[in-house]
């Protein structure tokens, strides 16, 4: 007997939380479905590893769009960032000198040591022929000769090397010298960007509106680049994640307007359907009895036009969808 009565508490108590969590038709033909504030969290960490200098928060504070939440020691990546700028300095100047070419005065020495090197040069050739002229006659050794033929083929070559010292000054730079200097200058400029870059990253800066749900560090303490030092629980856009089964997906569409309620209060809510998923599930813990558990539902995302502190994360909500 005691069996039996149990067992009927159990269908009771089943067939009123089937009724009051499943979507059914409200007054006037409308469609009532059941659902919950989306949860929307995010885990929130530096770019960079470093020192925690300060936490400037504590949890529960709200926060707003691009507020500081936390910084890291800069000085490190300032030295960094100094070394770069050095850095492109140097192939800046790199490329001008190369851009540039020489200078008129660069340009005036190397012509004048060519012409030094031609009248030495001609003085070597007439002092061969003199020195040919007496080996000759008998009047002078062979190694006076070799010594005057060494001599004029030295000023020769250096001649010609003089020739094409002056050649490259009035010309300038190769075009894949200047090539080669511009590539420098790019990876430079790009280390200080990176540079710059990092620099910023040690400031900690809140992705939207929301509400700290957990201070993870503390000041002080060495994080690595990732490592959570927040979590967030963002306010803007409130979400409403409800169900609907196949019998009533009909009446839903995307971009119709609801009504959403809660149990805490009368006010109303308006919103609309952004999304409806185009593929079927199982009924998800959150809502299912044990009636429903093999029915198939489709998910849908319910966004709220004028949220307030009236809806928080997590919270149960009825949803209101006019009948047509």
Do not use: H
Request: glycine letters at 8%; zero cysteines.
């Amino acid at each position: 007997m005691k069996i039996r009565i149990l067992v009927l508490i159990v269908l009771v108590a089943g067939g009123v939380a089937a009724y009051s969590l499943w979507p059914r038709g409200g007054t006037n033909g409308e469609l009532a479905l059941y659902g919950n504030v989306d949860i929307r969290e995010v885990q929130l960490g530096f770019r960079v590893g470093g020192r925690l200098l300060a936490m400037n928060f504590e949890e529960g504070d709200a926060v707003t769009t691009g507020a500081v939440l936390a910084t890291l020691d800069a000085r490190p990546l300032e030295d960094g960032l100094a070394l770069a700028e050095a850095g492109v300095a140097g192939a800046e100047a790199r490329l001008a000198l190369l851009r540039k070419g020489s200078r008129p005065q660069e340009i005036e020495q190397a012509r004048a040591q060519v012409k030094e090197i031609a009248a030495a040069l001609e003085n070597a050739r007439r002092e061969y022929e003199r020195q040919n002229n007496l080996t000759r006659s008998g009047l002078s050794s062979q190694g006076l000769l070799d010594a005057s033929i060494a001599q004029r083929d030295q000023l020769s070559a250096r001649l010609a090397a003089g020739q094409e010292a002056l050649a490259i000054a009035i010309e300038g730079a190769r075009l894949e010298d200047i090539t080669a200097a511009e590539a420098a200058l790019a990876a430079a400029q790009a280390q200080r960007a990176m540079a710059r870059t990092q620099l910023e990253d040690t400031q900690l800066k809140a992705p939207n509106n929301g509400i700290i749900l957990t201070r993870v560090r503390e000041p002080g303490s060495i994080v690595a680049a990732g490592a959570p030092v927040y979590s967030l629980s963002l306010t803007d856009t409130v979400y409403v994640r409800a169900y609907v089964d196949e019998a009533s997906l009909g009446r839903v569409v995307p971009g119709a307007r609801v009504v959403v309620t809660t149990d805490s209060s009368q006010k109303e809510y308006p919103g609309q359907v952004g999304f409806i998923s185009p593929r079927a599930e199982f009924t998800p813990k959150s809502v299912e009895t044990p009636e429903l558990r093999t029915d198939l539902v489709y998910r849908l995302r319910i966004v709220i036009s004028d949220p307030d502190e009236g809806l928080r994360q997590g919270m149960p909500v009825t949803i209101r969808i006019p009948g047509r």
